[in-house]
């Protein structure tokens, strides 16, 4: 079973799995014709989406006429196989990742775990993305905003009527700022988010892995720190770049950041592949 499935608004329903307590949501119509379903990230184990798969068929729309991949790494895209003839929505790269390491990390993570599922993963084909700005779930509309910077493949889903952002892996209680794009990408997708929550009211997020922020002051809580983290963070590679430091003098220098007030020693490669990322090396997930 799932770690948790709450409903945090009407028709909304978010399960965390019992990995890295990754968030799926299961989003149903709520107006007056309700056609559709939407199963956004659905993860991990086999069990856990078999509780998405009962959700979605619990829905007006009887089933999951769609999945939305709010970015496509591996620990996101895990479940879309489990909803046949649903369509995939996710942002246009999302298409373009390399399908063969998606496998690969996937099937290394499930032997660790004992992992048995009823199929062999693979990875969506390029034909089954589409990549729509929005979708009319019956009476209602769901909003997609790119959002870039975590990876460049990152979606926004906002619903304006129940005043909720899906955020994928940003705004995160648990995690700061992971930055396999660009931090000038994932600044200006932190500013897109805090212009989104004022101009449809948002007041309830979803990362993708934590708790949901349940009001506007904890969303730009998220907003405000993680801005503060990048901000920091660019000015002290910037220093260490000045003063001679190669990437790994720098982390070694950076290695007692704090996020939030508190160090963030527990996520230190995370921190370690941000700083080597702002001294131009590759880094991935």
Request: charged share 20%.
């Amino acid at each position: 079973m799932s770690k948790c499935t709450l409903q945090p608004a009407p028709g909304v329903w978010v399960q965390t799995s019992n990995l890295w307590d990754i968030n799926s949501v299961v989003i149903a119509g709520t107006g007056p014709e309700p056609t559709a379903t939407v199963v956004v990230d659905p993860a991990w184990f086999p069990e856990e989406i078999a509780e998405l798969q009962a959700l979605a068929a619990a829905t007006p729309a009887g089933r999951a006429t769609h999945v939305l991949f709010t970015h496509g790494d591996y620990d996101h895209v895990v479940g879309w196989q489990d909803f046949p003839g649903s369509t995939l929505i996710a942002h246009p790269r999302a298409a373009r990742r390399d399908a063969a390491a998606t496998e690969q990390h996937i099937a290394a993570l499930d032997r660790r775990n004992g992992t048995v599922r009823p199929r062999p993963y693979r990875y969506a084909p390029a034909a089954a993305f589409t990549s729509p700005a929005s979708l009319d779930l019956g009476g209602e509309t769901i909003l997609f905003f790119p959002a870039p910077g975590h990876q460049a493949d990152g979606l926004f889903a906002v619903l304006p009527q129940r005043h909720l952002l899906v955020a994928g892996d940003y705004l995160s209680d648990e995690e700061f700022p992971f930055i396999y794009d660009s931090l000038a990408h994932y600044r200006s997708t932190l500013l897109l988010a805090r212009e989104l929550c004022q101009k449809y009211g948002i007041e309830q997020e979803i990362p993708g892995h934590g708790h949901i922020a349940a009001s506007s002051a904890e969303i730009e809580y998220r907003i405000r720190t993680d801005l503060d983290y990048l901000d920091r963070l660019e000015a002290a590679v910037a220093q260490a770049k000045v003063d001679g430091l190669d990437v790994r003098q720098a982390i070694d220098r950076l290695q007692d950041f704090t996020f939030r007030g508190e160090p963030i020693s527990g996520l230190a490669a995370a921190h370690a592949d941000n700083i080597r990322l702002l001294y131009g090396e590759k880094v991935e997930e």
